[in-house]
């Protein structure tokens, strides 16, 4: 007799299965994420050690040592996503892009397959998610539709490998979504656990053995990661994010894994009416029209991945009315914000208590760098004294909890990007090396947060 199909329930946020169902997830501790889904397929490798399977073949192993050569790329045809990606797109890699909806992903795909078709090489694009009415709308707004891009839009996996498998192997496939592929082999709904893993796994195998480069898009969680399982995060070579603010028209590309790159870099784009436009020099974007007359505005030189930034930093000190002050944080991690009001006032001298304390970064951008400190405190000061810091002035630093502004990293590429933008002035910690050739800025070498409460000492 047949073995009955038996019955799981896998969570859709962590991929972990239960015989039963449960309002709580056993292994995240997520809520209502649990699907029930048949198990007969089984995951990937059942059965292979059962009785009567053939016993495996003896692997050759090797060394460390041997002739190695830097994996062929080619060019996108974008700028900026050359810079991400490490230099290009590897033949036969697959990569993984997420971001919020309406964030731009289907434009910049769109441009991206364009540009190759324009250049020679075979791409194709399946859209799971819109018609190709839908599609060729947006490569008319764009002006792309002279561009010879294949066009499908199919959501069964069976269709797609084999349309794939019928012609001669493109250079890109793109495919838009992965959570709306279906596999008939499996019992489940378009979108859930089972069903992504065996879709991104046939459609990788296909790449790698085609030679062909695979771009997936997924969708993201409300908590901005990419929905499904992390084992397609760990499949693919490269992971990227396409970040932005739908209140401002900048878009960033930042890569979070890549096996052929630096996982540092990010791209930088501007959302127009004919679609993504590259941005050479962040820095003008960010800063954009600064009021020289405005206390409480400092420019940080920050640097993400090999690329110096330049970003306002804008606090605002006020009187406040409750029992406790707010603190408020745009772009910048509020338990630092924390840390360097609790700094300020024990080694600065500063008091804070009974004003509300808000702060924001300019253009949207997220920091994470360290280095911010010393601006954000800049700021700080400035608010709470109503003194204007000067508008040719940029700051960098990282500041301890005992009030002493630490070294950071490449101090001689922040203060070029400044001196190329028009500042004249930096505030930089008192340690490291400036790398100051050809630099005609005056540097003010802080050693301790005390100085910005006091009267700053003469630029040498």
Known sequence: MAKANKTIFVCQSCGATSPRWQGKCPSCSEWNTLTEESDAAGPPGTGLMRRGASSGRVITLEGLRGSTQEAPRFSTGLAELDRVTGGGIVPGSALLIGGEPGIGKSTLLLQLTASLARAGKRTVYFSGEEAAAQVRLR??????????????????????????????????????????????????????????????????????????????????????????????????????????????????????????????????????????????????????????????????????????????IQALVAPSSLGTPRRAVVGWDTARLSMLLAVLEARAGLSFAGKDVYLNVAGGLRINEPAADLAAAAALVSSLSGVPIPRDRVHFGEVSLSGAINATPLMGPRLKEAQKLGFREALVPAQGELDAAGLKLRTMRLSHLRELADEAPSCD
């Open 139 to 312: 490569a008319v707004r764009l002006g792309l539709d002279d561009a010879p891009v294949a066009l499908a839009c199919e959501t069964s996996l069976a269709h797609i490998l084999a349309t794939l498998e019928a012609g001669p192997p493109p250079d890109l496939i793109v495919v838009d979504s992965i959570q709306t592929l279906w596999a008939e082999a499996i019992e489940a709904a378009p979108g859930t656990v089972s069903q992504v893993r065996a879709s991104a796994q046939a459609l990788i195998r296909h790449a790698k053995t085609a030679g062909s480069a695979l771009l997936l898009v997924g969708h993201v969680t409300k908590d901005g990661q990419i929905a499904g399982p992390k084992v397609i995060e760990h499949m693919v070579d490269t992971v990227l994010y396409f970040e932005g603010d739908r209140g401002h028209a900048y878009r960033i590309l930042r890569a979070v894994k890549n096996r052929f790159g630096a996982t540092d870099e990010i791209g930088v784009f501007e959302m127009a009416s004919y679609g993504l436009r590259e941005i050479s020099n962040p820095s003008e974007l960010f800063l954009g029209d600064r009021d020289a007359s405005s206390p409480g505005a400092a420019v940080f030189a920050g640097v993400e991945g090999t690329r110096p930034i330049l970003v306002e």
